[in-house]
């Protein structure tokens, strides 16, 4: 009994395969006209993407900046000695290096979250 559901089992998707494949049927498959769509979506990425890239790189040189002048600051822990022997600095002189380069950074790390929010409301 069992052999006889086996053939039986066995037979019919034979017999609906014959049938599947003497019914040709063709269906075209159309794939959607913006599955690659790589234009600009805002309207000033739209208008005008000289400058949006302009923001982009702009963006990338500042960042670039950003980490070469944080890496240029020295700590401001001088260990025992500073302790001990402490630092004079009078406040009629101009700003030493530390200072300039703390100011400088300030006003590019100011200047990449300002073009960073930018770039982001450009669309790209």
Do not use: C, Y
Not at 37 to 60: I, K, N, R
């Amino acid at each position: 009994m069992l052999s006889a559901l086996l053939a039986a089992a066995s037979a019919a998707p034979a017999a609906a395969t014959a049938a599947a494949a003497a019914k040709p049927t063709s269906i075209p498959i159309t794939l959607p006209a913006n599955l690659f769509d790589t234009t600009p979506h805002s309207p000033l990425a739209t208008h005008a993407p000289w400058l949006t890239h302009t923001f982009a790189g702009l963006f990338v040189v500042l960042g670039v900046m950003l980490v070469a002048l944080l890496a240029l600051q020295t700590t401001k822990q001088e260990g025992l000695s500073g302790t001990i022997g402490g630092r004079v600095e009078s406040s009629t002189r101009r700003l030493g290096l530390d200072a300039q380069i703390a100011r400088l950074t300030q006003g590019v790390a100011i200047a990449f979250a300002f073009v960073g929010l930018l770039v982001s409301l450009s669309g790209i």
